[in-house]
Nanobody, 124 residues
Framework: QVHLVESGGGLVQPGGSLRLSCAASGLTPENDGIGWFRQAPGKEREGVAC????????YYVDSVKGRFTISRDNAKNTVYLQMNSLKPEDPGVYYC?????????????????WGKGTLVTVFS
């Protein structure tokens, strides 16, 4: 059974940084992609970044390119999201999920398993 646990959320000022972690267990080869998603109050959940566990391919939505970096440590079964230069539009609950397919470099499909999320708040 796949189990995902996020951590690392918190309060940060605009321009600040946070590193989120997604600890995974029970992954199978078909769970190659691990993605980060976020949901702000009143908005739909959106994909942020995704990484392939097998070939380290990474994918980002345009709004976070150059500011966020996704990485993974397969030995620890953990995927990270380093978030720099945080903006007022970045807060929300950040979730990690398994991803089956990435289309067009920034559209993530087939999220079969989700964590419970970690809250990121950006305040001035």
């Amino acid at each position: 059974q796949v189990h995902l646990v996020e951590s690392g959320g918190g309060l940060v000022q605009p321009g600040g940084s946070l590193r989120l972690s997604c600890a995974a267990s029970g992954l199978t080869p078909e769970n190659d992609g691990i993605g980060w998603f976020r949901q702000a109050p009143g908005k739909e959940r959106e994909g942020v970044a995704c990484i392939s566990r097998s070939d380290e391919s990474t994918y980002y939505v345009d709004s976070v390119k150059g500011r966020f970096t996704i990485s993974r440590d397969n030995a620890k079964n953990t995927v990270y999201l380093q978030m720099n230069s945080l903006k007022p539009e970045d807060p929300g609950v950040y979730y990690c999920a398994t991803v089956r397919t990435v289309v067009g470099g920034n559209q993530f499909y087939g999220m079969d398993h989700w964590g419970k999320g970690t809250l990121v708040t950006v305040f001035s």
